[in-house]
C-alpha cells in the first residue's frame, strides 16, 4: 500500500466554490447558465463545486465583486468545509483580486476568476511548442496588472545581478522581468508564426474548409469521421488547442480540413490575440462548418457567441454550413393535454424545432446530423462535396467536366 502511495502521480482532484451576481444586464437564469458553464469548466480543470453563492447587484462591488453580507456567507461556508478555491464567474479588477486574496490568504484559499480558470485548462491541455508559448503569453498578459510578490522567483531567468536599479521596489522589477518574458514570447510567436504561414502557402490551392463551433459540440469526433484520422476528441472543454488540419478526399475531390479551438463565453481577450495564428485557419479558410449542439439547452445562445467571435476576427460573412450535431442526445417534455400554457422550448420535438429559424439560417445551408450514431452523414457528404466542387471549378474551370462526368 505504501509502495503504490508512493507512486501515485494521479493529480489531487480539488473541490471550489463558484460565486456569480446578478446584475442589470444579466439575468439568473442567465447566471445560472454560466454557472452551471463554469462548474464544467472547473470540473475540467479537475476540480468539484461544492456550492454556489449568487447575489442581486446593480453592479459588481468595486471592492469584493459582492456585497458585504455575501461574503461574509462565504467565509462562514470556508470556515466549514474548506474548498481549495473560490471562483468567480466574471473577471476579478486587480484591486478586487488583491483584496480577496487577503481575506482568503489566511484560510490557505486560493481566489480565480473565470479568464484565470480558463487560462489554467488551455495550460493543462497545451501540447505543442506553438500551444504552449500562446498560452504562456496569455498567462503573462493576463497577471502583469495582477502582480503581487509571487513573481520574484522570476528573478533568476535574468540573472539577478545588477538587474535592480537604486530604490527600485521588488513589485516594479517583478514587472519588469514580465515585460520582458511578454516581449520574448511574443518574438517565439512571430517566428512560429512565419513558419506556420510558409506551410499554409506550400499547401497550394487546395479548398480549405475549417471546422468552428463551441467548445464540446463534437467537432473533433465530425473531423475524425471526414478525415478517417484519430483527432483527440474528449467530453470535456477545450480538448483540442491545436489547429488540426487534415487532406480529405470526397469521392474524386481533394480538400483541406482543419479543426480549430472551441469557442466559449467571456473568452479572455488574452487568449484571443494569442491564437491569432489558431484563427488564421478560420480567417483563410473558404468554407465554414459551423457545428451546433442542438443537444444543449442553451445552444441558440453557444451559436450566437461562436457568431459574435467570427465576426469579431473578420470571418462572419464567409460561406458556411451549419451543422447542428447529437440530434440523437435531443430530448423535449411532453406536455399534458390538459395543460394550456404556451409551450416552451422544452417542449418542442426535433421535428418541430427544424421548422423553426433553424431550417433556413440566411444563406447558409443546414443540416441535422449525429455524428457519433452516423445520423445523416451521407446528407452531410454530399452537400459538402457540392459545396467544395463550386469552389473548386471557380479556380480550376478545365476540372468542371471531369468532376461533373465522374460524380
Known amino acids: 500500500m505504501k509502495k503504490q502511495q508512493l507512486f501515485d502521480t494521479a493529480p489531487k482532484q480539488e473541490t471550489c466554490v463558484l460565486v456569480g451576481i446578478v446584475t442589470r444586464s444579466q439575468t439568473r437564469e442567465q447566471l445560472q447558465e454560466y454557472l452551471d458553464e463554469l462548474a464544467f469548466l472547473a470540473l475540467t480543470a479537475n476540480a468539484i463545486c ?25 467565509i462562514e461556508f470556508v470556515d466549514e468545509h474548506k474548498p481549495d478555491m473560490i471562483i468567480f464567474d466574471d473577471e476579478l479588477a486587480p484591486s478586487q483580486l488583491r483584496n480577496l486574496e487577503r ?6 484559499v486560493k481566489v480565480l476568476d473565470r479568464n484565470n480558470l480558463i487560462l ?12 504552449k508559448t500562446q498560452v504562456e503569453l496569455a498567462q503573462y498578459q493576463y497577471m502583469l496588472p495582477r502582480l503581487t510578490r509571487m513573481w520574484t ?27 520582458d518574458r511578454i516581449a520574448k514570447l511574443k518574438e517565439d510567436l512571430k517566428e512560429i508564426d512565419k513558419q506556420m504561414t510558409v506551410q499554409r502557402n506550400n499547401r497550394g490551392a487546395l479548398v480549405r474548409v475549417a471546422l468552428v463551433g463551441y467548445t464540446n459540440v463534437g467537432k473533433s469526433t465530425i473531423m475524425n469521421m471526414l478525415s478517417k484520422s484519430e483527432v483527440f476528441a474528449e467530453n470535456k472543454l477545450f480538448a483540442t488547442l491545436d489547429t488540426t488540419v487534415r487532406k480529405v478526399v470526397l469521392q474524386n475531390l481533394p480538400f483541406l480540413l482543419s479543426d480549430t479551438v472551441g469557442f466559449i463565453r467571456k473568452l479572455p481577450h488574452q487568449l484571443i490575440e494569442s491564437f491569432k495564428s489558431t ?25 450566437n457567441v461562436v457568431n459574435e467571435t467570427l465576426r469579431e476576427i473578420g470571418s462572419g460573412d464567409k460561406p458556411t454550413i451549419v451543422i447542428f450535431n447529437k440530434i440523437d442526445a435531443y430530448t423535449h417534455v411532453q406536455k399534458d393535454e390538459d395543460d394550456l400554457t404556451p409551450p416552451t422550448k422544452e417542449n418542442i420535438t426535433l421535428e418541430e424545432l427544424q421548422n423553426t429559424w433553424m431550417s433556413k439560417i440566411g444563406e447558409n445551408e443546414v443540416l441535422f446530423i449525429s455524428a457519433a450514431k452516423k ?29 461533373d462526368v465522374e460524380s
Open 50 to 74: 461544492l456550492k454556489r453563492f449568487t447575489q442581486n447587484l446593480d453592479h459588481p462591488d468595486s471592492r469584493t465583486f459582492v456585497g458585504s453580507g455575501k461574503l461574509n456567507e462565504i
Open 103 to 108: 481575506i482568503f490568504k489566511e484560510k490557505e
Open 120 to 131: 489554467d485548462i488551455f495550460a493543462s491541455r497545451a501540447r505543442t511548442a506553438h500551444a
Open 153 to 179: 522567483h522570476l528573478e533568476k531567468q535574468r540573472g539577478g545581478i545588477g538587474m535592480r536599479g537604486p530604490g527600485e521596489q521588488e513589485i516594479e522589477t517583478d514587472r519588469r522581468i514580465v515585460r
Open 279 to 303: 484563427l488564421d485557419e478560420t480567417r483563410e479558410a473558404d468554407l465554414l462548418l459551423h457545428v451546433v449542439d442542438i443537444s444543449h439547452p442553451q445552444f441558440e445562445d453557444q451559436f
Open 375 to 403: 445520423q445523416n452523414i451521407d446528407t452531410l457528404r454530399a452537400v459538402l462535396y457540392e459545396r467544395i466542387r463550386q469552389i473548386h471549378v471557380t479556380r480550376f474551370p478545365f476540372n468542371d467536366f471531369l468532376y
